[in-house]
């Protein structure tokens, strides 16, 4: 139970930031949807897709590897650290450069022609992000959750401070509407025909001014590449590349060649970049569900290498998937029975309501790549990293068989079920091959029923419609609040045993005082 508490304070605190972080930067939604049009967005939404795609491949999985060798191989987590961050500076600056000069080909490529800046601004933006990847990690292996949280916290707000600047201010001033003494100034570098493009350099300027302050709080390191030192961490690290393309898939499939699959004219009155910008808007709705997976992910792996020489560790990752399809599920429940609430505070242009219908498959479709990452510690404390290769394949198979076969017939939902079935048959497949390397007692078939019965609740909420608002808001929350009580009836011996640990504490600590 005490690795238990610990696993949940650190992840409060990685909760926490993220919760506000991404909050904050969810603010932006309704930003883009109200100062740009369609076309802009649903370049936002391609370009940013292809930006998580290649930070996987930037940091090719060596935040896992760093994990690993410094805390579970007995060797001295500076050594690794200096290895690993130096492998990285040099493989993401000649990445980052290659890149930079192909910029002018790749806007061609994607048809973004005479805009190749913004793909010189992407290779900026992957090199730095490359390198505070390691020292953000080194920070989560020392604990020091709050320093990462603040950290990440800042740079969320310099990026969100830039896009109001660039996007909202500036805009106000150049069309006269405020301060009219400012016009001149803002006038001398304002593109008033930039959308993207700010989104993008905001992004540039925020890591640029975060960068010094990570390698600060990192400390100094020594630059030194050894190869008999890293190689057994790069065998390690490869196959992890694989995995982390896992986590992105659906970002570059389903939203990235989501344009280039829906056919011409099949939303009357919007272009093929236009409606990917109406899926982009409400994939990113989702995001309420991605951010507790991501506060997950950041305390949990530490935490299951930590945990990977206890020899009840199997109990203790059982529990810790059961309590996370839980509170996860409800949550799924809580946001779908309140997507007519939720959807138009965000999605403020007109058209973006097409597209609400998806977001239940999205939440669901992100609640298994959850349970993915929680499965996964399997092959990555077995050293059989190799299997993330094979899983991520059929996971992208699956989602290029489904993208180009659903899209052209259901449109936004094709790309929504995309997501849902490539994280669910990856989600399979990893289940099944780790019960037989490294046996874990999940209550798969308890897991099962509440994922299918939260489904259901959630849709059926989310399709309720009322004439009176007020009734309309308390019988979809009546949905949500039952499948509250029904956790509770089933799980009151799990929640009777924490309530007594808890009160049993209580009363030992003002025993003690």
Not at 74 to 91: A, E, H, K, W
Not at 374 to 400: C, E, M, P, Q, R
Request: with cysteine; glycine share 8%.
């Amino acid at each position: 139970m005490s690795q238990l508490k610990k696993l949940a304070g650190q992840t409060a605190i990685y909760g926490i930031s993220s919760i506000l972080g991404k909050t904050i930067n969810f603010l932006l939604i309704p930003i883009y949807t109200s100062y740009l049009p369609k076309e802009d967005v649903g370049a936002f939404t391609v370009i940013y897709s292809f930006i998580a795609f290649f930070n996987v491949i930037f940091t090719f999985g060596m935040e896992t590897a760093f994990f690993r060798f410094s805390t579970g191989k007995g060797l001295d987590p500076r050594r690794v650290y200096s290895n690993v961050q130096s492998l990285i500076i040099t493989t993401s600056l000649s990445l980052g450069a290659l890149l930079y000069i192909s910029a002018v080909p790749l806007a061609d490529l994607l048809g973004y022609f005479g805009k190749a800046h913004l793909f010189r601004w992407v290779a900026l933006i992957l090199t730095i992000d490359a390198l505070m990847a390691i020292p953000f990690a080194k920070l989560r292996v020392e604990g020091k959750a709050l320093s990462f949280a603040l950290t990440k916290l800042l740079n969320i707000g310099l990026n969100v401070g830039f896009n109001i600047f660039f996007i909202v201010f500036c805009h106000h001033v150049y069309m006269g509407e405020i301060l009219p003494a400012l016009q001149p100034t803002i006038q001398l570098f304002y593109q008033a025909h930039w959308g993207v493009d700010y989104i993008l350099l905001s992004n540039l300027l925020a890591n640029a001014l975060i960068l010094p302050l990570v390698f600060y709080l990192t400390g100094k390191f020594t630059f030194v590449v050894d190869k008999a030192f890293l190689t057994p961490m790069w065998h390690y690290a490869v196959p992890l590349l694989f995995m982390g393309l896992a986590g992105v898939t659906n970002e570059v499939f389903s939203r990235g060649l989501f344009e280039y699959a829906l056919p011409e004219g099949f939303y009357e009155g919007l272009s093929k970049r236009e409606a990917g910008g109406v899926f982009g808007a409400n994939f990113r709705l989702a995001i309420l569900m991605n951010l507790i997976i991501q506060a997950f992910k950041y305390a949990a792996e530490p935490f299951f290498f930590q945990q990977a020489t206890n020899k009840n560790n199997p109990v203790i990752f059982a529990k810790v998937m059961h309590w996370f399809i839980l509170f996860c599920s409800l949550l799924m429940v809580a946001v779908t029975v309140n997507l007519d609430i939720i959807g138009p505070l965000f999605l403020r242009g007109e058209g973006y309501e097409k597209g609400l219908s998806i977001v239940p498959v999205l939440l669901l479709g992100y609640l298994f790549l959850g349970i993915y990452y929680n499965l996964s510690i399997w092959f990555k404390i077995t050293d059989k990293t190799k299997y993330s290769l094979y899983i991520t394949l059929v996971g992208a198979a699956i989602t290029l068989v489904v993208v180009f076969t659903l899209i052209p017939v259901l449109g936004f939902m094709g790309a929504a079920l995309s997501t849902l079935l490539s994280y669910m048959a990856m989600s399979v497949i990893c289940y099944v091959i780790g019960q037989k390397y490294y046996p874990v007692p999940y209550q798969a078939g308890r897991g099962i029923f509440y994922l299918s019965l939260a489904f259901l609740l959630g849709y059926l909420g989310f399709g309720i419609e009322l004439e009176n608002p007020i009734w309309e808001f308390v019988v979809q929350n009546a949905v949500a609040i039952a499948y509250a009580g029904i956790i509770v009836l089933m799980e009151k011996k799990e929640l009777y045993l924490i309530l007594q640990s808890i009160f049993a504490k209580n009363v030992h600590a003002s025993k003690s005082n």
